[in-house]
């Protein structure tokens, strides 16, 4: 069994989050929008599958530092299946957040992300379902001296986005390259031509 597997079935003792398996099968079938508005703002937009939090254990270089990070529940996932130290950032404290407004499952420090991006050169970036207006481009220059920095960018993309294949390169002038690695689908109107992917970018 898989740390997550663990971690779901703790959660769910506490009648507080499904298995992972029942995640994996569900998420697709969801229909009603505002039933997935309830379960993402219980949670996060998209949710971390173990092979995600297996491949960012693996590549992390530094430090994590996730930016809007909502109520932390990724950073609450790194930290309690692969031990990751995150430091958890957002516009808004979690029971502030207009999108949450509740507890936070980790730590979050009221911050927009230029601010922490700038703060944290050091740190790779972890970025779920960024928010309007902030673009990879943007992450990278909000700290011209983290020349090192991975960014980790969970979203849901179209499957022909990035080119449609699983690496490449990003930007051959700013030498960055990317990978795709899965994550459990997006609740809620998953289209076919849609997927819900952590997208690893960095300087080659």
Known sequence: MHAIDTLYAEHLIRRALPQRAGLERLTGRVTDEGVARAVAGRYACALPSAEALD???HHLRGPLLSVAAGIGFWAHCAHHIDGIDTVATDRYAPEENPRFRRP??????????????????????????????????????????????????????????FGGTP????????????????CIARWGLEAPE?????IHVWRA
Do not use: K, N
Not at 129 to 144: D, T
Not at 168 to 182: I, K, N, P, Q, W
């Open 104 to 161: 936070g499952w980790h730590p979050v420090a009221r911050m927009d992300a230029v601010e922490a991006l700038r703060r944290y050169p050091d740190h790779d970036v972890l970025g779920v379902c960024l928010p309007p207006g902030l673009s990879l481009q943007q992450i990278y220059e909000a700290a011209p001296q983290a020349v090192s920095r991975q960014i980790f960018v969970v979203g849901y993309f179209t499957r022909q986005a």
């Open 167 to 182: 690496e490449g390169v990003m930007s051959e002038e700013h030498g960055l390259r990317f990978r795709r690695v899965d």
């Open 55 to 57: 491949y960012l254990r």
């Open 194 to 198: 849609y997927q819900t992917v952590l």
